[in-house]
């Protein structure tokens, strides 16, 4: 399975934007998926998640009510949109996929390249 994120850009503090993340193959309508960030010299780290379904969702409280993840499995497509972002949103933000729900970093066994969001004060 191969994941493909877009929709990073520079944004001002309090702006908008929604992230997609587009796999390859139908098969991911099956998975679950994550979204995830590293910001400059920090480690990787968890921002949500959401089963098969979409019936059930998991978000970092950094970002909880101010994030929202999605899929649409008939596009093999996830989203995060996210409002009022902060500089500290500032990241690559990944999506990954697998068989399993997760809530964390470890155990995801596809991930995309990663695209960048800056968020300006």
């Known amino acids: 399975v191969q994941l493909v994120e877009s929709g990073g850009r520079l944004v001002q503090a309090g702006g908008s934007l929604r992230l997609s993340c587009a796999a390859s193959e139908r098969t991911v309508s099956s998975y679950a998926m994550g979204w995830f960030r590293r910001a400059p010299g920090k480690a990787r780290q968890f921002v949500a998640s959401?089963?098969?379904?979409?019936?059930?969702?998991y978000y970092a409280d950094s970002v909880k009510g101010r994030f929202t993840i999605s899929r649409d499995n008939a596009k093999n497509t996830g989203y995060l949109q996210m409002n009022s972002l902060k500089p500290d949103d500032t990241a690559v933000y990944y999506c990954?996929?697998?068989?399993?729900?997760?809530?964390?970093?470890?155990?995801?066994?596809?991930w995309g390249q990663g695209t960048q969001v800056t968020v300006s004060a």
């Open positions: 959401i089963s098969w379904s979409g019936d059930a969702t």
């Open positions: 990954a996929a697998d068989r399993v729900i997760r809530v964390g970093v470890p155990g995801w066994g596809y």
